[in-house]
């Protein structure tokens, strides 16, 4: 009964805790459908936006200003702030939140990624022909690849780890186990408060393997030596929270 | 301290209101001071913990792999999740909260000055063994000074993370600004409050890093004047 981890494992191994109706599962569900919506959501805002800023090279200003405010913002200031708006009480202000959040690292590297195409290539590329839309459609956007993917590693590993804060909003999500745990005594929910900790850190954890993975194969192989150098360098542009 | 309400906007709820900010100015200002007592504590321990760290790193290359690799794990935990692992041992209260924040501070920093030591140039470091400096004076008069910028970057941006990151200590009842917003939010949402500490929170790290930037200004005066 003292100690904590132990209940943590007891509260773990109650199947009832799983299947009931806000159980594990459902809370599972909730967290991967909006943390998935937000992602998306950013993609569709900041990887047009950078790409569009890297290929003109103006704006290098504006992708450090965004990502250094988003970085001030605390989350749950925009949790509680945006169901406050036109968006309404439920998921869709979660969902914006997220979204804010997974922003600046694709933008920044969605920018980066098309700065940092040989300039040579490019002006090959201007010499044949191809007019601004062709470059950057055929010969930008496909070298910059694994800086997208990398900026979608980092911004849907951030978005599944903040998600857990919507449960102070009660926006569900496997933060809400933590929450209810917190709710309980210290004494008596401390098993639950660390077992969905174990939860949210590991279903984080999840997330980033697979990622990373993905982000493997979905790189050309010649551009895979660099790739490690310049994940390195697009991610110390960004350092989210 | 308590953060009840003394007034409440009605008719209306406005978004901002100097009436409640006069109102309950004890109370803002107790959070305020918290909160930035949290985040300059956090910072400086993580400082403290975090160069040592690097310099390792830096010193024994074999260290730089798990060193890196153990901070990186760590940031990739949310941070709710940290302070469910630690809240039942360490309790409900600052330490919790210090405990939290200080490690993901520990990260910024560690990456960022391992990176800056790393890019002290080999011929800088071979000139300072030939003029016959050891292991500690090559750290301490050359290869430090010329890090200081990325170390000066990373605690910047160690600290506007940390200032955002200190609200979510509310879950273990001291989350300075994050009180306010917190408290707002279930007291019928009442807009003035949560804004308020949320325009704080922002104006904290802009001002810490203002005075960081100044900092750094001040300590590396060889980089003023230089083309950018």
């Known amino acids: 009964m003292s100690n904590p981890v132990g209940q943590a494992v007891l509260w773990l191994n109650d199947p009832l805790n799983w299947t009931n109706p806000g159980g594990i599962l ?48 605390p989350t749950l200031a925009l949790l509680t702030i945006l169901p406050l708006t036109f968006l309404g009480f439920g998921r869709p202000a979660v969902v914006v939140a997220l979204a804010v959040f997974a922003v600046p690292p694709l933008l920044a590297n969605a920018y980066t990624g098309v700065r940092q195409t040989d300039p040579e290539a490019r002006d090959a590329a201007r010499g044949m022909g191809l007019s601004g839309g062709q470059v950057l459609r055929r010969v930008e956007l496909p070298l910059a690849v ?38 309980l005594d210290i004494a008596a929910g401390g098993g639950q408060i660390i077992a969905g900790g174990l939860l949210v850190a590991g279903l984080a954890m999840l997330v980033e393997l697979v990622l990373a993975l993905v982000e493997r194969l979905v790189t050309p192989r010649p551009l895979r030596p660099a790739r490690r150098r310049a994940n390195r360098r697009a991610a110390d542009a960004v350092a989210g929270s | 301290m308590s953060f009840r309400l003394s007034y409440r906007a009605d008719p209306g709820n406005p978004w901002f209101s100097w009436q409640y900010v006069r109102d309950n100015s004890d109370t803002i200002v107790a959070a305020l001071r918290d909160h930035a007592s949290l985040t300059a504590r956090a910072v400086l321990i993580a400082a403290l913990v975090a160069l040592p760290l ?11 792999g798990p060193i890196l690799a153990f901070t990186g794990v760590l940031y990739t935990i949310p941070s709710l999740a940290l302070f469910a692992f630690l809240a039942p ?30 890019q002290v140039p080999p011929e800088v470091r071979e000139a300072a063994e030939g003029m016959g400096y050891g292991r500690w004076g090559r750290l301490l008069r050359i290869e430090l000074p010329l890090a200081l910028p990325g170390i000066l970057t990373g605690l910047r941006l160690a600290t506007v993370s940390t200032v955002a990151l200190v609200t979510v200590g ?23 409050e949560i804004m308020t500490g949320t325009l704080l929170c922002v104006l904290l790290a802009l001002v810490l890093d203002l005075i960081l930037a100044g900092l750094g200004r001040a300590v590396t005066p060889w980089l003023r004047g230089r083309a950018r």
């Open chain 2, 54 to 64: 690097a310099v390792a790193a830096h010193w024994f290359r074999p260290l730089a």
């Open chain 1, 146 to 183: 694994p800086y997208l993917a990398a900026g979608f590693r980092t911004a849907a590993v951030q978005v599944v780890a903040t998600a857990a804060l919507a449960s102070f909003v009660n926006g569900g999500g496997l933060g809400q186990i933590i929450r209810a745990g917190f709710g």
């Open chain 1, 26 to 73: 459902d809370r599972l569900g909730e967290h991967l459908g909006m943390s998935a919506a937000a992602v998306l959501l950013g993609c569709l805002v900041a990887w047009p936006v950078g790409l569009w800023l890297g290929h003109t090279g103006r704006g290098g200003g504006l992708v450090v200003l965004v990502s250094n405010v988003t970085l001030a913002i």
């Open chain 2, 170 to 192: 509310v879950v273990v009842g001291r989350g300075g600004l994050g009180q306010l917003i917190f408290a707002g939010f279930q007291n019928n949402f009442y807009k003035a």
């Open chain 2, 89 to 118: 041992y360490l309790g409900i209260g600052a330490v919790t909260v210090l405990s939290v924040v200080v490690l993901y501070a520990l990260l910024v920093i560690v990456r960022n000055a391992v990176a800056g030591l790393s």
